[in-house]
């Protein structure tokens, strides 16, 4: 499996993006997928995940009613909808799929977000 990201970009604290995952490749077989992010000199930390049916759903605390992740599997695309941004959120988005039997995991190259205060 091959994940693209898109979406990121520079905004102002309050303000909202989108990003985007694309997936492409054995698509048939992800299992669940995900968005993290990595601030320099931070570790990698999950901010939201969802399995394949496409409901079950779980959230960083720190992103809890600000960011909502949601899948089109028609679409082969996962998105991140981040709402009222923060200072304190901006990163390098990554987008994550677990998939295949025995389980693989494949990363995206990375979506800069830059929230200003």
């Known amino acids: 499996v091959q994940l693209v990201e898109s979406g990121g970009g520079l905004v102002q604290a309050g303000d909202s993006l989108r990003l985007s995952c694309a997936a492409s490749g054995s698509t048939f077989s992800i299992k669940a997928m995900g968005w993290y992010r990595q601030a320099p000199g931070n570790q990698r930390e999950l901010v939201a995940a969802?399995?394949?049916?496409?409901?079950?759903?779980t959230y960083a605390d720190s992103v809890k009613g600000r960011f909502t992740i949601s899948r089109d599997n028609a679409k082969n695309t996962m998105y991140l909808q981040m709402n009222n941004l923060k200072p304190e959120d901006t990163s390098v988005y990554y987008c994550?799929?677990?998939?295949?039997?025995?389980?693989?995991?494949?990363w995206g190259q990375g979506t800069q977000v830059t929230v200003s205060s």
């Open positions: 969802i399995l394949s049916d496409g409901r079950s759903t």
């Open positions: 994550n799929a677990d998939w295949g039997t025995p389980r693989r995991s494949s």
